[in-house]
């Protein structure tokens, strides 16, 4: 079973930076691509950024770029999102996601919850005024 771990939300201050991680362990897999959404109480889970394992191209929501990176470690196969300039609209639940068939590499569907495999437990960030 495909496990993702996640780390680091918490309880900032807006102008604040967070960095999450998410390690994937488990059976073995082809790790395409990475991913992070988050989703808010009361709405619908979207797109923050995603990384392509192979290259480390990376995709951003236009409300995050500029403000928010996102990098991989291979060796540990693990995710990290760097979040600076945090905003209180950036408060949700963000969750780690994985592709393992690569069906994120076809056109923008990077951006699709649907399509992709696994998802970690979710972590906390919550940005105050």
């Known amino acids: 079973q495909v496990q993702l771990v996640e780390s680091g939300g918490g309880l900032v201050q807006a102008g604040d930076s967070l960095r999450l991680s998410c390690a994937a362990s488990g059976r073995t897999f082809n790790t395409y691509t990475m991913g992070w959404f988050r989703q808010a109480p009361g709405k619908e889970r979207e797109f923050v950024a995603a990384i392509k394992w192979s290259d480390g191209s990376t995709y951003y929501a236009d409300s995050v770029k500029g403000r928010f990176t996102i990098t991989r470690d291979n060796t540990k196969n693990t995710v990290y999102l760097q979040m600076s300039s945090l905003k209180p609209e950036d408060t949700a639940d963000y969750y780690c996601?994985?592709?393992?068939?690569?069906?994120?590499?076809?056109?923008?569907?990077?951006?699709?919850?649907?399509?992709?495999?696994?998802w970690g437990q979710g972590t906390q960030v919550t940005v105050s005024s």
């Open positions: 996601t994985l592709d393992i068939y690569g069906r994120t590499w076809i056109g923008t569907t990077w951006r699709l919850p649907d399509q992709y495999d696994y």
